[in-house]
């Protein structure tokens, strides 16, 4: 174990990326795992469990690898920390949903607002529980992985374009297991592979992609943003969760 760990240590992005990537992969190739529909919403099993299992675990390993004890406790730490200026957490909230709203309201007029056919409180409870379940299971490791390890991994060693370069790069590899996982393998699925990977980094990089393929503003914005603003994973998830509000309240 000592050995393993003093391999990790010396090529820490490389161990975490081969940790993340492994647990993508793996998670896509079992079909009870891909089909099953135990979550809500349509949630994929397959990108909780290769979140988990795959950066949210290889951010701590490579974290003791390097740091021990101590650093893996900040990073537990950090990845907790609620105790921030409440601006910023009322900046993290709304500026996506509010600037989405505005922009939907430009472009659809008055039928943006139209009444949901079960109701207002229905529709908005329906809108929070998949937030806080794409917040907890998805977004959150996603986090601890790109941001809470590698980002800051990082940050002092290149100007903040060249990470979000770096770090945009490395998320959109990670995000290729998920290309198979909902479109299977095959000799098409194979070949679209680097432009569902190029279309990942330009999304990272400037826009965070929703499945349906809407895009709302993210990216470098939200590597300023992190860079920017205290340590607390939290506020810095809550911000690049809200941009899936409105995916999800056209949705509902």
Do not use: N
Not at 63 to 79: C, F, I, K, P
Not at 83 to 94: C, E, H, N, T
Not at 203 to 212: D, G, Y
Not at 227 to 246: D, E, N, V
């Amino acid at each position: 174990m000592a050995a393993l760990l003093r391999i990790i240590a010396r090529h820490p992005v490389v161990s975490f990326m081969v940790l993340g990537l492994g647990a993508g992969f793996l998670t896509v190739a079992i079909p009870p795992i891909v089909h099953t529909k135990i979550l809500p919403s349509g949630l994929p099993m397959h990108g909780f469990l290769g979140g988990v299992l795959g950066v949210g675990f290889a951010a701590f390993l490579v974290t003791a690898a390097l740091a021990g004890r101590d650093g893996v406790v900040d990073l537990a730490h950090r990845s907790l920390r609620w105790r921030v200026p409440v601006r910023w957490y009322w900046v993290a909230l709304f500026t996506v949903p509010v600037a989405a709203t505005l922009i939907s309201f430009a472009i659809y007029g008055s039928q943006a607002l139209a009444s949901p056919a079960e109701g207002w409180p229905r529709a908005l409870a329906e809108v929070v529980a998949v937030l806080l379940l794409q917040l907890v299971l998805f977004q959150l490791p996603e986090e601890i992985g790109f941001t809470g390890f590698l980002q800051h991994h990082w940050q002092d060693r290149y100007h903040p374009m060249k990470l979000t370069l770096y770090v945009a790069l490395l998320w959109a590899l990670w995000h290729v297991p998920d290309h198979f996982g909902e479109e299977g393998w095959g000799v098409q699925q194979l070949i679209a592979a680097p432009v569902v990977f190029a279309i990942e980094f330009v999304s990272l990089f400037f826009a965070e992609p929703c499945s349906c393929g809407c895009t709302t503003a993210r990216g470098a914005a939200c590597c300023w943003w992190r860079s920017s603003t205290p340590a607390s994973m939290p506020q810095s998830i809550s911000f690049p969760t809200t941009s899936y509000l409105p995916l999800t309240w056209r949705d509902s």
